[in-house]
C-alpha cells in the first residue's frame, strides 16, 4: 500500500509554544481509501490536517501528495490536492459562480475547461439553483457546499475534507456521504468527523487521533473488534421476565458478565463471553426451557463508540483528574 499511496506523512510534529499539538504523526492514504479522522476536540486533527495540506508549516516531519513533498515544492503539490478547512472561508460577497471562476482561474483553469469544472463541481454538490446568488445570502448548508465546489473544482487526486457534513441537515449530510462515496474510487480521501456511523458507512479505514498521537487505525470492523461489545450476545426479552432469565443464565458456563438495560416494557440483557467463548445456543436453550419468549437475539459486532471512549481522553476526565491531583 506504502508505494500506491497518495498522501504520505512521516514523524508530523507541530508545537505552539511549548504545547506540542501533533506529535509523530505518520499514515498513508491510497487511491480508493477513504481515512477518518476521529479523535476528541483539541486531539490534533485540524492541525494535522492544515500541515497535510501545507498551510500550516510542521515543526518536523515529512508530507508528500501524489509523491510531491508539499514543503520543498508547494504550488505542484496542491495541484493534485482539495482542501475543505474548518468552517470555509469564503469571499462572502462574491455569487457562488464568481467564487467558483475565482477559485477555477487559482488553479491554473480559463475559458471553456474553467465553465465546465465549475459547472460539474457545482452539479455535484447540487449548487446549480444558486449559482447567482451571493454567498452571504446562502444558508450553513448550502455555504458548506460552496467549500465543497471550491475542494473539487480542479477534480484532484486527494481531497482533505475538514468535518464536510458539519452543520448539514440530514438530507443534506446523505448527499455529501454519496458524493463522498463516488469520487472515493478514483481518490484518496482523508476526512474528519465526529460522527461515528458516519465512519462505519463510508470510511474504509479510520485513525483514532487522541492528544497529537494515532492511537488506533484499522478498519471500522477490526476497531469495532477491539470493543469489549465485540461478540457480546444481545437478548431482549419482556422486562417482567427478566429478573427470572437472569437467574437461569447465571451459571452459565463461559460467561462472564451481563448487563441489563430496561425500557418501553423491554429488557435487554447484554452477556459477555469469556474469552474465545459461544455461549449463544447454551444461553437461547435455558431461556427456552423456562418458557421464556426471546424477542431477539444477536451476536455483537462491537461498539466503535465504546473503543473511541476507551482510547481517548475527554475534558471531564482531564478536569476530574486534575481536581483529584489538587486535593492529593
Ligand atoms: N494557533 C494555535 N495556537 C495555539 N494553540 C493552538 C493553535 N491551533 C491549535 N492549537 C491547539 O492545538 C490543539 C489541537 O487543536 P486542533 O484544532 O488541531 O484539534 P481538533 O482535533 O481539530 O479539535 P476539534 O475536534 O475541536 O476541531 C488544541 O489544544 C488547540 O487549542
Given at each position: 500500500m506504502h508505494e500506491n499511496s497518495l498522501i504520505k506523512a512521516r514523524g508530523l510534529s507541530r508545537a505552539f509554544g511549548p504545547f506540542?499539538?501533533?506529535?509523530?504523526l505518520s499514515l498513508d492514504v491510497g487511491k480508493g481509501e477513504v481515512l477518518g479522522f476521529l479523535g476528541p476536540n483539541g486531539a490534533g486533527k485540524t492541525t494535522s490536517m492544515k500541515m497535510l495540506t501545507g498551510f500550516l508549516p510542521a515543526t518536523a516531519g515529512d508530507v508528500e501528495i501524489c509523491g510531491i513533498d508539499i514543503k520543498k515544492n508547494p504550488v505542484a503539490a496542491r495541484r493534485h490536492l482539495g482542501y475543505l478547512p474548518e468552517g470555509a472561508p469564503l469571499?462572502?460577497?462574491?455569487t457562488v459562480d464568481a467564487f467558483l471562476h475565482f477559485i477555477a482561474r487559482a488553479r491554473g483553469l480559463a475559458g471553456d475547461a474553467a465553465d465546465r469544472a465549475c459547472q460539474r463541481a457545482a452539479r455535484a454538490v447540487n449548487l446549480l439553483s444558486v449559482l447567482?446568488?451571493?454567498?452571504?445570502?446562502?444558508s450553513k448548508g448550502y455555504r458548506r457546499r460552496v467549500g465543497l465546489a471550491q475542494a473539487i473544482v480542479h477534480d484532484p487526486d486527494v481531497l482533505i475534507l475538514d468535518?464536510?457534513?458539519?452543520?448539514?441537515?440530514p438530507n443534506q449530510k446523505y448527499e455529501v456521504r454519496r458524493l463522498i462515496e463516488q469520487m472515493a474510487p478514483h481518490k484518496a480521501i482523508l476526512i474528519s468527523t465526529h460522527v461515528l456511523e458516519e465512519v462505519e458507512a463510508l470510511c474504509t479505514r479510520a485513525v483514532i487521533i487522541d492528544r497529537g498521537r494515532i492511537v488506533a487505525d484499522g478498519t471500522p470492523s477490526e476497531l469495532k473488534s477491539r470493543?469489549?461489545?465485540?461478540?457480546a450476545l444481545m437478548i431482549e426479552i419482556d422486562e417482567k421476565d427478566a429478573a427470572q432469565s437472569r437467574a437461569a443464565l447465571a451459571?452459565?458456563?463461559?460467561l462472564s458478565d451481563i448487563e441489563q438495560l430496561d425500557g418501553h416494557g423491554l429488557s435487554r440483557l447484554t452477556l459477555f463471553p469469556e474469552?474465545?467463548?459461544?455461549?449463544l445456543d447454551a444461553a437461547r436453550q435455558r431461556l427456552g426451557d423456562q418458557g421464556i419468549m426471546i424477542r431477539q437475539i444477536s451476536l455483537e459486532a462491537g461498539r466503535l463508540d465504546d473503543v473511541f471512549r476507551a482510547l481517548t481522553h475527554n475534558d471531564l476526565e482531564q478536569t476530574r483528574i486534575s481536581t483529584t491531583e489538587d486535593a492529593a
Open positions: 506540542l499539538a501533533v506529535d509523530g469571499y462572502d460577497d462574491m447567482g446568488q451571493p454567498i452571504d445570502t446562502l468535518e464536510p457534513t458539519d452543520g448539514l441537515d470493543s469489549r461489545y465485540h461478540h451459571d452459565l458456563p463461559g474469552k474465545g467463548g459461544d455461549i
